[in-house]
């Protein structure tokens, strides 16, 4: 009977040790940062940038800007693969980018304030100005895989 008491409490004993090991050796998991974007605002492309730019997902002709702004990452860690999500509306408030709310990314995000450049490109026929909105981007404090 005591052998059968210390055999359970020896088996009791090394199945707590190894499910307290997973806890001390599982790698932690990398959340979704989010990066505040502020001082947004977009000017015309350099000449060079915007040659023969066409509107995403057709032939038509399209406008190239630069929208500029500051991310601002609190997180005390290095942001990586920041994507960039907002809405663009045209003066007359149509979407210029029809079915995304995807823009682009920005590859590091250093912990603090940050400038930051994104290239898009609207229609040659979607009046100015236009409107930046909800503008945000969220990345990761870890490595990604690509």
């Known amino acids: 009977m005591l052998r059968t008491g210390l055999k359970t409490a020896l088996w009791t004993g090394l199945i ?10 599982t790698p932690s998991a990398h959340a979704m940062t989010p990066i505040e974007l502020k001082d947004l605002s977009y000017a015309a492309c350099p000449e060079e940038m915007s040659e023969g730019i066409v509107a995403p997902g057709s032939l038509q002709k399209a ?13 005390g860690k290095p942001v990586l693969n920041a994507d960039i999500f907002g809405r663009i509306y045209d003066a007359n408030n149509n979407p210029a980018m029809m079915n995304r709310t995807r823009l682009g990314a920005i590859d590091e995000v250093p912990p603090g304030e940050s400038p930051f450049e994104l290239r898009i490109s609207v229609a ?12 945000k981007a969220s990345g990761f404090t ?4 690509r």
């Open 63 to 75: 406008n190239c800007y630069l929208i500029s702004g500051t991310a601002v990452n609190r997180s």
């Open 124 to 135: 040659a026929n979607q009046p100015e100005p236009l409107k930046l909105e909800q503008f």
């Open 16 to 25: 707590t040790c190894l499910f307290a090991l997973t806890f001390v050796l």
């Open 142 to 145: 870890g490595k990604v895989r």
